[in-house]
């Protein structure tokens, strides 16, 4: 147990048998009344974000999350099936837990990290940053721009992004896939 002076970002509460992780916090303290925390909470498995007020020094039920290392394999169309480093278990997750922010930039034997919660993985994060070829862009010509200007590119699986003119197929880029950004060309 825990109580809400204990609150920081990335922390895992279990209200009523479901998996919240918080993503801000702020506690007040009003001139009349009691001090409360207002929260932003998203849900582990399903990505949705809540706003939760707790009263200052509720309980509340904290969860430890095992982070624990996992090889994409395969998907057969509705789940996507990893490898689990310490067991070599084939692990089936749900496209919809996974995010289809996340799926765009899925490759075969991308090294992820699994969310353990008792013993089973519930949840899957890619690495932040990601090297994916490009599959499809326009040339780019000199003297197109006065300053860097950007195309879009398509990557192997399918996600778009905007690249600098320079970029061409073939190219492998490093990507940052929480912000759909181009960081730079690995080779080329």
Sequence with gaps: MATTADFRN???LDIDGVLWAIT??????????GAFVRTKLKNVLTGAVVDKTFRA????????LERRPVT????DGELYYFMDAQTYDMIPIAGDL?????????????ECEGLVHDGNVISVELPQFVELAVTQTDPGFKGDTAQGGTKPATLETGAVIQVPLFINEGDVVKVDRREDKYLTRVSG
């Design 10 to 12: 990335g922390m895992v």
């Design 24 to 33: 801000y916090f702020q506690h007040v303290k009003p001139g009349k009344g």
């Design 72 to 75: 994409y394999s395969y998907t």
């Design 57 to 64: 020094g509720e309980k509340v039920t904290d969860v430890r």
């Design 98 to 110: 996974i995010g289809e922010d996340q799926l765009k930039y899925l490759k075969e034997n991308m």
